[in-house]
Structure formats: structure tokens, C-alpha cells
């Protein structure tokens, strides 16, 4: 079955250490895209990429880091740096094209303590 | 940037009875899209509607696009239990070819039995 995967589904790290989340996709999509989901609200953008070896920021860049070194993978890292972690982490994939809707992994709880 | 916002935050039906949300957004847009997102999960894509398009169905899916308006609803006819979940409005920024889609708030549906 294509889709994607994010994993693990819930993890708990103490305050000041970095960690990363997986998102891995075979629907052979060109486009990746990390967001945030905080209770009650929206998704926002924090990172996302049309191709491999490329990425652009989102509006909540600040504090994590990604990488996009395969096409099937888009990690992202959330540093110390990064004031208030604790949130519901979503990857999307997307074909390339302003009409391709986002395909969704069911998400990563990260709770930093 | 929260580009579009939906309305209500909250809705609560018995089933058989038709939902309508609404969402509102701020600058010209590519197309707009809804989506689904059961608690704890990851979201759904439902339909989408390009800017030059007024109305489109998918099942007992209708939503409409009032451009000159800035705003679009969707409306669920006959709901189910089922159907007991968040939708999101997401849009596709005009003349901005490779950037994410932002979404809204998003309304959270209950459907009672």
C-alpha cells in the first residue's frame, strides 16, 4: 500500500535534548512538508521541500532543522533550541503542481518534559 | 500567516441533518481545498475547488467559492456519525508556484445519533 509513515507515533524527551522525527513516503512524490498542529488550532508550516537536496523555511522554521538527502525521506529535528516542542507533528507529501493535494502520515505526539 | 479561518469553531447536529462551514480568507488564491482530520489522526484530502470554478460535488460533498467574496463553504448533507470530525480549509496561493498550502482553524463537526 502507498502512503506514508511517520514514526513513532507518540515519543517523550527531556528539555534541552534534540530529537528527530521520521517521515518516510513511497508515492513517489516529489514534495514533502513538515507542520505543526497545537490543540484547537491550525496546521502551521515549518518546513517543506519540493526536491530532493532542497528546502524551504515555513513560518515557524525557528528551532528545528531538516534534511531531504532521499526522496522517499524527510526527517525532521527538533532542537533545544526550539522554546515550546511539545506539539502534534505532521508530514504531508504532494505530487508538484499547486493542484496536488497534500497526502498525510497520521502523525508523531512529541511531549518535552 | 493564518490565510484563511473558518466559521463556526464548533457544530453540533444530530444526524440526517445537513452541516455548512465556512472559510474566509485574505489574498487571491490558486484553488482552495478542504480536508478531514479525525482526533489523533492524520488529515484527509476531500475535495478540491480551483479558483475559476464556483461550485463542485463529490457524494454528499458540495462546496462553493465566492472569489470576489474571499470565502467558501462546504457543505455535508445528510450527515452520518461518521462524519464526526475536523475540516480544515487549506489555500494555494495565486502566482506562487511551488509554496505550501496554508491552512485555517478549522471547524470541529458532531454528529450525534
Known amino acids: 500500500d502507498g502512503g506514508i509513515t511517520q514514526s513513532p507515533k507518540y515519543l517523550f524527551r527531556k528539555e534541552g535534548q534534540n530529537v528527530t522525527l521520521s517521515c518516510e513516503q513511497n508515492?513517489?512524490?516529489?514534495?514533502m512538508y513538515w507542520y505543526r498542529q497545537d490543540p484547537g488550532q491550525g496546521l502551521r508550516l515549518i518546513y517543506y521541500?519540493?526536491?530532493?537536496?532542497?528546502?524551504q523555511k515555513g513560518d515557524i522554521a525557528e528551532g528545528y532543522s531538516v534534511s531531504r538527502e532521499k526522496k522517499e525521506s524527510f526527517p525532521l529535528t527538533v532542537t533545544s533550541a526550539q522554546k515550546n516542542p511539545t506539539a502534534f507533528y505532521l508530514c504531508a507529501s504532494s505530487g508538484t503542481g499547486a493542484i496536488s493535494p497534500l497526502h498525510f502520515g497520521n502523525g508523531t505526539r512529541l511531549t518535552v518534559t | 500567516s493564518q490565510q484563511g479561518e473558518e466559521d463556526p469553531q464548533a457544530l453540533s447536529i444530530q444526524e440526517g441533518e445537513n452541516a455548512t462551514m465556512n472559510c474566509s480568507y485574505k489574498?487571491?488564491?490558486?484553488?482552495l481545498q478542504w480536508y478531514r482530520q479525525n482526533s489523533g489522526r492524520g488529515l484527509v484530502h476531500l475535495i478540491l475547488i480551483r479558483s475559476n470554478e464556483r461550485e463542485k460535488h463529490s457524494g454528499r460533498l458540495r462546496v462553493t467559492l465566492d472569489t470576489s467574496k474571499k470565502s467558501s463553504s462546504l457543505l455535508i448533507t445528510a450527515s452520518r456519525a461518521a462524519d464526526t470530525a475536523s475540516y480544515f480549509c487549506?489555500?494555494?496561493?495565486?502566482?506562487?508556484?511551488?509554496?505550501?498550502?496554508?491552512f485555517g482553524k478549522g471547524t470541529t463537526l458532531s454528529v450525534s445519533s
Open positions: 521541500s519540493q526536491i530532493v537536496n532542497d528546502f
Open positions: 489574498t487571491s488564491i490558486n484553488n
Open positions: 487549506a489555500t494555494a496561493l495565486a502566482n506562487q508556484a511551488g509554496t505550501a498550502l496554508i
Open positions: 508515492l513517489n512524490h516529489d514534495a
